[in-house]
Nanobody, 120 residues
Framework: QVQLQESGGGSVQSGGSLKLSCAAS?????MAWFRQAPGKEREGVAS???????TYSDSAKGRFAISRDNGETSVSLQMNNLEPEDTAMYYC?????????????????WGQGTQVTVSS
C-alpha cells in the first residue's frame, strides 16, 4: 500500500550540497530519512510528521533540512555543508502514525535508497 522512491543522490565535494527527494504514496503521516554506510548500522537522520514537526540527528542538525513536498506525502532532504562522513546510502521511510517514533523499528515502509558520496 505504501511505495517510496528516493532520488537526488550523487557525488559531491566536501562542503557541497545535495537535495534528496522521496516520492511517496499511501499512508505516510510520518516520513523520515535514514542512512547506512558500509559496515555500519543504519541511523536516523531526520523526520517530519503530519503537522510539520521535524527532528534531526545531532550530526544532521544545522546542516540538513527535511520538508514536505507541495503538501504531498513526499518529502525532501536538503543537505548542506556535506562532509565525507555523510557518505552513505540514504533511505526514505514512512510510518502510518502521527508520532514519528524513535528508530528503525518504528518504520515499516522503506525505499530502495539513493547513494550519497562526499569526497574531500
Amino acid at each position: 500500500q505504501v511505495q517510496l522512491q528516493e532520488s537526488g543522490g550523487g557525488s559531491v565535494q566536501s562542503g557541497g550540497s545535495l537535495k534528496l527527494s522521496c516520492a511517496a504514496s499511501g499512508d505516510t503521516r510520518c516520513m523520515a530519512w535514514f542512512r547506512q554506510a558500509p559496515g555500519k548500522e543504519r541511523e536516523g537522520v531526520a523526520s517530519i510528521d503530519s503537522d510539520g514537526k521535524t527532528t534531526y540527528s545531532d550530526s544532521a542538525k544545522g546542516r540538513f533540512a527535511i520538508s514536505r513536498d507541495n503538501g504531498e506525502t513526499s518529502v525532501s532532504l536538503q543537505m548542506n555543508n556535506l562532509e565525507p562522513e555523510d557518505t552513505a546510502m540514504y533511505y526514505c521511510a514512512s510510518r502510518p502514525f502521527l508520532n514519528c517514533g524513535a528508530g528503525i523499528g518504528d518504520f515499516p515502509y522503506w525505499g530502495q535508497g539513493t547513494q550519497v558520496t562526499v569526497s574531500s
